[in-house]
Structure formats: C-alpha cells, structure tokens
C-alpha cells in the first residue's frame, strides 16, 4: 500500500502526478515540449494511467494552479477537451474526468499578460463545466469542475456547491470521498488580504497554493504545492496564518519549490540589479517563514532546469542554499528532478509515501542513509543525487 508523487522531468515548468493510495490519478499542471531535445513525458504519463470501461485513457483530476503556457503547455494537443460525448476514440486524448482552477488567477495573469493557446482552450474548458453544473445543478464525469476560492464582487455566490472556500479542505475527487487524500486550499488570496493591487498580483504569480494530504496505511504525508506563487503571496499566507493560529498548515514534509526554485518566492530584490549595483539581494524572513515548515526528514523538490551556481533565475542557485538551510535543520533531503538527466535517464523524480516511511523510490539507497550523509550531500550541491 503506497501513495506516489511523480515530477516529470519538463524543464522550468511543473506536471506533477499523484497517485492516491486508493489508486486515483491526480495531474498538477502540464509542460508538454515536442522534439527530441525533450524527454517524452506525454509516454510516461500515459504509461502510468489505466482505461476506463468507455475505453479512454484517463486522470481522475486535473489540478490547474495558473495559466503560464509552463503550466498549461500541450494540455489541447494531449488531453481531451470539450464535451464527454465528443471524445474520439481515433485521436485517442487522455480524458480528465474533474478540473480544479481559482478564478481569480485567471483574471490577474490574463489582465496584463497575453494567454497561450493551451491556456485559453482550458479556460473555456472550465467554463463550459461550471456552465453544465450551472444548468443541472450537478455533473457527471469528463464535467466536472471545483472553483478554489469564491470570487470577488459576488461572481461564485449562485454557484457555491462547487466552490473550495479559502482556508476548507476537501476529500472528495469525482464526487466520491477517498480516505486517502485530502486538500486545503490556502491561496490565491483576495486582494483584501494583499498590498498589493491586481497589476502588481499578476507580475508576482498569484497560483493556487494547496497543501495535499495523503495517507497509505499507518503513515500521512503533507505535499505542499504553490506553482510559481511569489514572495507577497507567501508573505500574505504567513500573516493570515498567525492571524487564524493555523500556522500548522502550512508544515510539509514535501515541498515543490515554488516557481522553479525562483529567488522570486523568498524575496522583492532583484539578483541582477544587486549584483549590477554591488549590493546585497535579501530575503524575506516571513517568506522564508512561511516556506521554512518542513517536518523532520522533510524533502523539497526543485521542478526545474539543474541547478548552478550561476546568475540564473529560475532556477536561482541562492534560492536552493535557502532552501537547504531549511532543510538542514530537520535532516532533510532538497532534489532537483533535472538531475535524471545527468545519468541519462530522463524519467520522472518520484517520491513515494507508505507504512515505511517517505522515500525517494529511484535513490531509496541515498533516502535511508543516515541523516548525517544526507546534510552531506545537500550542502555539496548534489541535489540528492549524489
């Protein structure tokens, strides 16, 4: 009995799979690249998914934490996308029986940004469901939909049956409830709750920030997951945190390193324009805070190209020695999923959760040695693989 989180191997972008304990299949964004140059992640995913007694190759879910074509990237070439009966059996798309998206990163990424393709035809995917559930008051798979979080100016208040309030939690996927999973919504937050106004929101990627519950057997583990959610919304989490005494939410023993390991998520300074300037880019403690709950023997997962001590960001070299001190003082483990392609693999990084523990499955030898090896190699800058 075993949950499993995979990371595929998509570059600075984000497609993350859990498999529950129950077996369900559950997507966080997708980064389909074509050509040679790119690991066939579309085949490994496929590989991991099973048919449905219609014959469609499906995901129980699809979670959407914003619209950046890094997020969203091949989801209308691979994925099947409009009403259940349309799905063709010749094309052969992965069918998604439920999407989770907020509103409100939609609005903020699409006011000051152009939106990609993939992102416009999934958007009109989500509301072309809430239209469904709008007229029959419910939906049957390949429509469903959950909003997280209401809408400002009232715009979810007819549809709250499948709206995730800020701050609840929900164990159901497909309408079912699976007592190995469960999410608590935790962001985006409203602009009540911010300093900043919406034009400032969409530059810092406001994503969905949800922290996962998953259990197998005896053993729980919480995977903390924020897209490229940036500093300001991490400051915002933390403070509304202290303010309800739920600080605990926030604690993890997996994290993916919001946007690709980017310097952005820990602070407002800009590494460039420090180095140009002969100063000093610092962090936000209460970013760091808010990011910093790791539980013992904690891992953080850089989604990202490999990590150099170099002047890129993301992903940015000073963010990952942040990260490791975190991680230091709980004997934790940082990963970089680009480190498969070192030696050659380029398969995805995967992490599994059962009664024996929290292990990475293709370095189990790395992830149960001794903590001592493990600070080791995370201050040599092995990423976990050493």
């Not at 798979?141 to 995730?164: H, P, R, Y």
């Not at 739920?246 to 952005?264: F, G, K, V």
């Not at 970013?287 to 023997?297: M, P, Q, S, T």
Request: aromatic fraction near 6%.
């Amino acid at each position: 009995m075993s949950a499993v989180i995979s990371f595929f191997p998509v570059g600075n972008g984000d497609m993350t799979l859990i498999k529950t304990n129950t077996g369900k299949n559950i997507l966080i964004d997708c980064n389909i690249r074509q050509g040679d140059d790119f690991p066939d992640v579309v085949e490994q995913l496929r590989n991991k998914l099973s048919k449905d007694s219609d014959g469609r190759l499906f995901i129980d879910l699809f979670v959407w934490s914003h619209p950046d074509l890094d997020h969203c990237r091949g989801i209308k070439e691979e994925f099947h996308l409009g009403k259940p009966d349309d799905w063709n059996e010749n094309k052969d798309k992965i069918f998604i029986n439920e999407i989770w998206s907020s509103p409100m990163v939609y609005r903020r990424a699409s006011k000051n940004h152009k939106l990609s393709d993939d992102a416009k035809a999934l958007n009109k995917e989500i509301k072309r469901r809430v239209n469904v559930f709008k007229d029959a008051c419910e939906a049957s798979i390949g429509n469903q939909v959950l909003i997280l979080g209401d809408d400002e100016n009232g715009k979810t208040d007819d549809i709250q049956d499948i709206v995730l309030a800020l701050d609840s939690s929900t164990s159901y996927i497909n309408s079912k409830h699976d007592s190995s999973f469960e999410a608590k919504l935790l962001g985006p937050a409203p602009v009540s709750e911010l300093d900043d106004d919406e034009e400032n929101l969409s530059k810092n990627k406001s994503s969905a920030i949800i922290n996962y519950t998953l259990t197998a057997g005896d053993k729980s583990a919480n995977f903390l997951s924020g897209g490229d959610a940036e500093v300001a919304c991490w400051e915002a989490l933390l403070k509304r945190m202290k303010d309800n005494k739920t600080e605990s939410d926030l604690e993890y023993d997996i994290l993916q390193a919001p946007h690709h390991c980017s310097w952005h998520s820990l602070s407002h300074d800009s590494l460039s324009e420090a180095k140009e300037n002969g100063t000093e880019a610092k962090i936000s403690d209460d970013a760091v805070e808010a990011l910093g709950k790791a539980n013992d023997k904690a891992f953080i997962v850089s989604s990202s190209e490999a990590i150099k001590n170099d002047d890129k960001n993301p992903p940015a070299f000073k963010a990952k020695q942040e990260y490791v001190k975190i991680l230091n003082d709980v004997s934790g483990s940082f990963n970089c999923v680009a480190d498969h392609k070192k030696n050659k693999k380029n398969v995805p990084l995967e992490i599994e959760i059962s009664s024996n523990g929290i292990k990475t499955k293709a370095i189990a030898s790395l992830a149960s040695s001794s903590n001592a090896t493990q600070s080791a190699v995370n201050r040599n800058g092995g990423d976990g693989y050493a």
